[in-house]
Structure formats: structure tokens, C-alpha cells
């Protein structure tokens, strides 16, 4: 026998598609000591915990909470719990995880219709409705932030022609949440999930969800037991609501990193964060312009925490992504699926989303694709960034 090495993690940039860079005080948080899952302090801090997701999710909604897994496992938190077997469902596929909600819907035995669009397209309301009226399904699933081609879905109009066909929505705001405005309210969502390691900024492990009355009352009139013991919404609503039934030990230490996060957004405002995501989005995509390169995405809907950029043919982009790395601690995206070798996603997500990372990424890649002898104004991505701060 032989100990182990020991534990030497590099530090990164992590401007990927996630996991983003941890907020320190949210490291800082998850050193605390562990308590019980039912001790009076933590249960406690549940409660504050669910306040400040009402606040972020900005909704009223009793059943909020985090599901112990990451945003897949609040995807299919969801899933499992609105859909019986045989129920039909409608879901809008533009990229890998609309995909992944197929699925997960298709494994809890749900009757499945994908409706599709070119990768880096958003849906419109117009037909989204057609498609619900053909087939009127229970649920219509939507991913608002597609990570993989940093396309932008609105959602609001979207809940709107849901509803008028007298079905249900449920949205993923795994990338979206903390990054642009999610109206869970005064959209009238169902049912949305979340995940810690986007624009969160904590580490993957925790997913935070939302269910209405609507959607709780659903939960409830089942004919059949959720197919998951491990996320029945039933069974998880009596240990986050005032019984405190336990059901499984909650991640305590993650919990604190959560409840860290929160706080950090909390009490920078809302608003205020989104608009710093935004303005770092403009400054990101000024310098890539200037390097001659374009968005993957549709404009006028395109993510600000999500750059999916197509790659000029004459580089190669593996050799950029691993140099980035290797050289200067850097982690950006690789395509998925469809964009495989054809873009780069680069993430500015909550604390990653600063002027330090944009300029840091920009002059990174000024050297590296001198050095792969691709022509383009030197100095000229970390100017158009510099004009587009010094404008505000
Ligand atoms: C990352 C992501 C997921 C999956 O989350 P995991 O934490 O990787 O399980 C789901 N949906 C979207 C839009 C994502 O970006």
C-alpha cells in the first residue's frame, strides 16, 4: 500500500460552458463545518435558502428548492414528476440538451414530439403554437439558454400560446439563471430547473428548481408513484416544507456554497448583474469581431454568457483550445454534436464575467493565432474590448 499523491488541482480560468469560476467567498463557505441535515441551524438556513432562489427564480412559488444533483438531475426532477406514462409531450429541440430532455421524457415513458429548429435558431411563439395544437400535448419542454449554440429562447410569448392550448411549460434555465432575467411569475411557468455550476458560480451539485401550484397540483393527482423514489417532488416537499420528513441527507457543505452564491447576487441586485454579464458580452464579442470571427447563434439572440463562435477554417482549433490551457491556465468550450470542430463556446459567467477574463482571453488568443500565422489587426480584439468599457 501507498499513500496517495497529494491533491494538487490547478488553477484555472474556466471560461468553458461550465463549470465557471467559483466565487471565492463561495469556497470559502463550503469549509464551514458540516452540520446535521435536520439540525435546527441548517434547517434554517433551508429556509433562507429557498427565500433567496424565490428571489433569483423571481417567484412566490412555496415549492422551491434544490434537488441533491446537478442541472440533468433537475432536468429529469421535472420530467419525472409532471409526466405519467403514455402522456404526450412536446419538446423544442435546437441543440444538445433539448435533446437530452427527449430523452429523459422518453425513459419516463412519455409519448414524445420534437419539434425542431437549425442549430443556433430560437423558436418562435407562432409555431410553437401550431405544433401544441397538433399535438396537444400535457407539457411543452424549452430550453431558454441552449449551452451548446448560445442561442437565446424568449420564453414569455412562448408560455403564453402554452397555456391558451391548456398545457404546461417547463423551462431549463440551467445556463440562463443568474445571467439574464428569469420571470418565473410574470411569465407563468410551471416547472423550471437550474444548475450550480453556470452562472451560479458555485460548483456542480445542487439543482435549483421550481414548481407552481399548477404543477404541484399535478405532482399530486398522479395515477401512478413517481418512477424516482430519489426525486419524488412529494417526498422532497415534506423535508423542504414545515414537516421536515427526512428523506435523504442533503449535501450540507453544498448547500453552503449555494446559499453563499445567492447571497453574492443578492446583494449585488439583480439587475446589476445582469447588466455586467451583458456589458462583458459586448466586450467580448467586439474583440472576437475584430478578429474576424462571427456568432454561432442567430443575432438578436444571442447569450451573454454564452459566446458560441464559428471558427475561421485555416485554424486549428484544437491547438488554440489546448494552448489556451496549457500555457495560460484558460479553459474554453469545444463544440457539441452538430458545431463539433466548428466553434468555440466561451463562457462569462457570474464571477467569471469580468473585464480581467475578457481582456486576459482576448490577448491569449492574439498571440496564439499569431503564432498560427492567421491575419488579422494585431492589438485590434483587445482595443475594440478597451472602446467598448471605456463607452460603458
Ligand atoms: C449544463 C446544462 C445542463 C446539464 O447540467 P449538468 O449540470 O451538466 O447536469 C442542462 N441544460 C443546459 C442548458 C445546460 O447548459
Redesign the pocket.
Known sequence: MSALPTLNPPIRTLLG??PSDVHPRVLAAMARPTVGHLDPYYLQLMDKLQNGLRQVFRTANRMTFAVSG????G?EGAVVNLIEPGDSVLICVNGV?GG?MCDVAERCGAKVTRLERPWGEVFTPDEIRNAVAAARPKLVGI?M???STGACQPIEEVAKVVHDAGAMILV?A??SLGGIPVEVDAWGVDAIYS?T??CLSCP?GL?PMSFNERAMEVVKNRKTKVQSWYLDASMLASYWGSDRVYHHTAPINMSYALYEAVSVILEEGLDACFARHALNHRALKAGLSALGMQYAAQEGYQLPMLNAVRVPAEINEAQIRSALLQRFGIEIGAGLGAFKGKVWRIGLMGYGARPANVYLLLSALEQLLAEQNFRFDHGAAVAAACDVYAAG
Open positions: 460552458p461550465g446537478t442541472g440533468s438531475a432536468m440538451f437530452r430550453v439558454a441552449e449551452t431549463d440551467v445556463t444548475g455550476q453556470k456542480p439543482a
